[in-house]
């Protein structure tokens, strides 16, 4: 398939319902190449003006089923999990927007998945962050943060830290310290994403995030702290 689109992407594009998107996938196979076949494919359609949403919402039902989860956000690390996250970086029109970002910020905690995996999901919220523009976007982007740590305390993945490279500048008490009074309610929850927090070993500024407007010194994460 992939020879035969390279030398007729049109007519292979026409022939190719979303339909049998499900065709391409055995599960006793590596998911790797259909997957990348995919991806290509639907960067052709949407460089066309071709409709995309389709093929992209059979793969998230195809990984739904086989986990045997409620919601796409729940399902494990896998490589087509991963090639779903690149085809919606690389192809926006495919993206239904509260679904992906939502999904991202769940897979990006997933501490069963490495850094490098969850690159595609970083550029998806940094794109998320620069549409809601400052300081929206940093409001929502902090209150991801905290909600998937206290979300999970115990199983969540330190990766997290990135979301504050994605910030438009360093996060402020008085951005942040309204999303903590919502914390206050229910007892000790303050105390356990305090303890969170302080238990991050910081991590570097990842190149493939692009230039960040958060300085590096101190670590964005001791930055955070000092403003709670």
């Known amino acids: ?26 599960p006793e196979f590596d998911d790797s190449n259909a997957a990348a076949f995919l991806h290509q494919l639907l960067c052709f359609k949407a460089s066309q003006g071709l409709p995309v949403r389709e093929e992209v919402s059979k793969v ?54 490495s850094l490098a995996d969850k690159f595609p ?32 305390p115990v199983g969540h993945s330190p990766d997290l830290q990135h979301f504050l490279w994605l910030l438009g500048a360093s996060p402020t008490a008085g951005m942040v310290r309204p999303l903590l009074d919502m914390l206050v309610e229910e007892p000790g929850r303050l105390v356990t994403l305090w303890l969170c927090l302080c238990l991050w070993v910081p991590q570097p500024h990842p190149p493939e995030l692009g230039p960040s407007k958060v300085p590096p010194v101190p670590p964005p994460i001791h930055g955070l702290l000092r403003t709670t």
């Open 121 to 152: 999901c970083l550029a998806v919220v940094k794109h998320e962050v620069e549409e809601r523009g400052y300081p929206d976007g940093d409001t929502w982007l902090l209150s991801k943060l905290l909600a998937q740590v206290c979300r999970d």
């Open 60 to 113: 998230g039902k195809l990984l739904v089923r086989r986990s045997k989860q409620q919601s796409l956000r729940q399902v494990p690390a896998s490589p087509l999990r991963l090639w779903l996250s690149r085809i919606w970086r690389d192809v926006p029109e495919s993206q239904d927007r509260a679904t992906v970002t939502e999904c991202c910020v769940r897979w990006i905690g997933d501490d069963r998945a």
């Open 1 to 26: 398939l992939a020879e035969m689109f390279r030398l007729y992407p049109m007519v292979l594009t026409q022939s190719f319902p979303p339909a049998r998107v499900y065709d391409l996938f055995n």
